[in-house]
């Protein structure tokens, strides 16, 4: 999968766009905010993260340096290719603010009395000014509240491990969703399995088969589902099974570092079963209609 949603492409008789500065702020559209919301996607991991962070108010320098595993030249190339298909549009200098689609990270927006554009800033006042903007965007990215639908489509179909319905491991310790996500991945046609905790996950992954699908919680009551993520993502064995994350714990940071661990989706509390249904298809890489 590149990493935008299409190459961008260049020839001699095509001048190539101009590369954003740090200065550039973007604002997602609606077409954009349908990848967050819409269950099913098919841009990358790297393009979903920007979407993440991007709210009308950030510089693109400000959400590079939470970006910083992804090379500058490649998240140029992403942001281009984004704007380009209409999932971002940049906002125009001197445009009246407009009402953010999402949780607007709106820090420093203001100078202190004394300070006057133009005026000389030291190299030692910069740095500790940009270090101080980085801790305060942390702290927001922690604060905040995030509702997102975001499930990975593959294009080829997952063939299940048992040979015949899919399985769906559903790791969470409230037994009364974890009863109701079951009974209706069943009437789905799913093969439903249970775990509510270490000791009740690693029992299901040794029982073959494998499950072909894992819907993992963050909060459980002795380990992070984070922690159980990067566990599946580092074993030869397990490392190729869709997961999905269906939480109630959600921040921009949280769904950042899902995507960037390799989860194939990240689906908020509460949800819709319908919406369910079309992010397992999509992970799984089956059509709308069996």
């Known amino acids: 999968m590149t990493d935008g949603p299409k190459a961008l492409q260049s020839s001699d008789t095509v001048k190539a766009p101009a590369l954003p500065s740090d200065e550039a702020i973007f604002e997602i559209t609606e077409k954009g905010r349908l990848q967050l919301h819409g ?3 098919e841009l990358a991991a790297i393009a979903l993260r920007f979407l993440v962070l991007v709210d009308g108010k950030l510089g693109l320098g ?5 970006m910083k595993d992804v090379p500058r030249p490649r998240l140029n190339t992403i942001v281009l290719s984004l704007e380009k298909e209409g999932y971002v549009q940049p906002v125009k200098a001197g445009e009246p603010d407009k009402p953010a689609a999402f949780d607007v990270l709106d820090f420093f927006s203001g100078r202190s009395p004394d300070e006057r554009p133009g005026s000389p800033v030291s190299d030692q006042e910069a740095a500790r000014k940009l270090e101080a903007e980085e801790q305060n965007f ?6 905040q509240g995030y509702a997102v639908r975001i499930a990975r489509r593959v294009n080829e179909a997952v063939k299940p491990a048992s040979g015949g319905n899919y399985s769906v491991l559903f790791v969470d310790d409230e037994p009364t969703l974890s009863s109701a996500v079951c009974k209706f991945l069943e009437l789905e046609g799913f093969t439903p399995r249970r775990a509510a905790n270490r000791s009740e996950v690693v029992q299901e992954l040794r029982k073959p088969p494998l499950p072909d699908l894992i819907l993992l919680d963050v909060m459980l009551p002795d380990v992070s589902g984070f922690d159980i993520l990067q566990r599946v993502r580092g074993h030869a064995a397990l ?3 869709p997961i ?3 939480t109630g714990k959600a ?14 989706g990240y689906i908020t509390k509460p949800f819709e079963f319908e919406s369910l249904t079309t992010s397992i298809r999509a992970v799984l890489g089956l059509g709308d209609e069996n």
């Open 62 to 66: 400000q959400i590079a340096s939470h």
């Open 244 to 246: 999905i994350m269906l």
């Open 239 to 241: 490392k190729h099974i």
């Open 138 to 143: 942390s702290a927001l990215l922690k604060a």
């Open 251 to 264: 921040t921009r940071e949280d769904v950042m570092f899902a995507l960037s661990a390799g989860a194939n």
């Open 39 to 41: 269950s099913s996607t």
